[in-house]
């Protein structure tokens, strides 16, 4: 399964955006998909996650301004990201939970102050 991630962009704090996952194949069959991202010198870590069926999971640092979504027909996960700060700054990809599939180059997300 091939991944691509886009809607990045630079917004202010305060700001929203709405990142989309494209997968080249049905994502039905995988229980976890995640949204992850990857700060500057820091580890890529997990921010959300959302089962086949719709159970959500979040980082403490996202809980109540992102919200993880998949729709499984259109083989597409999303991240709604709201209340921005720049320490949401990073590189975001999707991926399985764990992430076993390639990672691709992923979406940049840049939040100024």
């Known amino acids: 399964v091939q991944l691509q991630a886009s809607g990045g962009g630079l917004v202010q704090a305060g700001g929203s955006l709405r990142l989309s996952c494209a997968a080249s194949?049905?994502?039905?069959?995988?229980?976890?998909m995640g949204w992850y991202r990857q700060a500057p010198g820091k580890q890529r870590e997990l921010v959300a996650s959302?089962?086949?069926?719709?159970?959500?999971e979040y980082a403490d640092s996202v809980k109540g301004r992102f919200t993880i979504s998949r729709d499984n027909a259109e083989n597409t996960v999303y991240l709604q990201m709201n209340m921005l700060k720049p320490e949401d700054t990073a590189v975001y990809y999707c991926?399985?939970?764990?992430?076993?599939?390639?990672w691709g180059q992923g979406t940049q997300v840049t939040v100024s102050s």
């Open positions: 959302i089962t086949r069926t719709g159970t959500t």
């Open positions: 991926n399985a939970v764990p992430g076993v599939f390639s």
């Open positions: 194949a049905s994502l039905f069959r995988i229980n976890r």
